[in-house]
């Protein structure tokens, strides 16, 4: 469920991916002081290992946004819990959404998907959604990239330089 679209129910996908737009956006809109302090407890949710200290940050999260969970049959749309209201701003709305999301994650044992980008330099974090839970990188694009390219030129240097002589040699 968005503010925008309030008939739609949010998926734990829906909810993981807001858990980490509120922890990467760095914007000013009405509500930046709110944003920047959301944005600033996801940030260290990242660092969190332990579930129980996760819950805590994610039921504190939802009594600050005043979330009313409400249960909810409409549209054709079956039984299906709404948390938030449309009228909602936005840094609540986010709030909300994280804070399902983390406990979605504590629920399943996945608390471990939260990661930080494995890239020398870049602070951005990421949901692991992959199957095996093996995503180092950033959904940039570049970061991953750059680590392999670093690597590919760092083991091209240290390999002895080969002749064209060499070449014919090996390959008849």
């Known amino acids: 469920m968005t503010p925008a679209d309030p008939g739609k129910t949010c998926t734990q996908d ?7 737009t509120a922890a990467v956006v760095n914007t000013r809109p009405s509500g930046a002081d709110e944003l920047a302090g959301l944005r600033n407890t996801l940030r260290d949710l990242w ?22 969970p409400q249960l909810v049959t409409h549209d054709g749309v079956g039984w299906h819990l709404h948390i938030s209201s449309p009228d909602k701003a936005w840094p609540a709305y986010l709030a909300i959404e994280a804070a399902m999301g983390v ?68 390959h008849p």
């Open 14 to 20: 829906t909810r993981i991916g807001l858990i980490h």
């Open 47 to 68: 660092q969190v290992t332990d579930p129980g200290v996760a819950a805590g940050v994610a039921e504190q999260l939802l009594a600050e946004a005043r979330a009313r």
């Open 103 to 170: 406990i979605d994650l504590i629920r399943g044992d996945d608390l471990d998907r939260l990661k930080r980008c494995a890239a020398p330099g870049c602070a951005a974090v990421l949901v692991d959604l992959s199957r095996n839970r093996s995503k180092r990188y950033c959904a940039n694009g570049t970061c991953g990239n750059r680590v392999h390219v670093a690597a590919y030129r760092a083991r091209r240097r240290t390999r002895p330089a080969r002749s064209a002589t060499s070449i014919r040699e090996e």
